[in-house]
């Protein structure tokens, strides 16, 4: 891969541009090729979770072919979705 970085940071950047939104991205192993990825946007809403898994791996499609991306994990949410998630979660 020719562009600079990690590759998490090339996720999220990926993502960012991709989905209007909040990103986060967590490497799960230390090797740069698993990850976790949090996304929350409107976009989302209204879309079956099946949906929003289509929306977050469109972009890294070509990185998830050629391994570059080996696993992905993907929680996306809509704001109200997350909002309501992080409160029920709050000690």
Same mark, same amino acid.
């Given at each position: ?29 230390? &090797?740069?090729?698993?990850?976790? %990825? !949090?996304?929350? @946007?409107? *976009? ?6 099946? /949906? ?15 391994? &570059?991306?080996?696993?992905?994990? %993907? !929680?996306?949410? @809509?704001? *109200? ?6 409160? /029920?979660?709050?000690?």
């Amino acid at each position: 891969m020719s562009e600079a970085g990690s590759v998490r940071e090339r996720v999220r950047e990926r993502l960012e541009r991709a989905i209007d939104g909040r990103v986060e991205v967590r490497d799960l192993t230390g &090797t740069d090729d698993h990850f976790e %990825v !949090r996304v929350v @946007s409107a *976009a989302f809403e209204g879309k079956s979770l099946i /949906e929003r898994h289509k929306m977050v791996y469109a972009p890294l499609l070509d990185w998830i072919e050629d391994d &570059t991306v080996h696993a992905l994990s %993907v !929680r996306a949410y @809509s704001p *109200a979705q997350h909002d309501s998630f992080t409160q /029920e979660n709050e000690p």
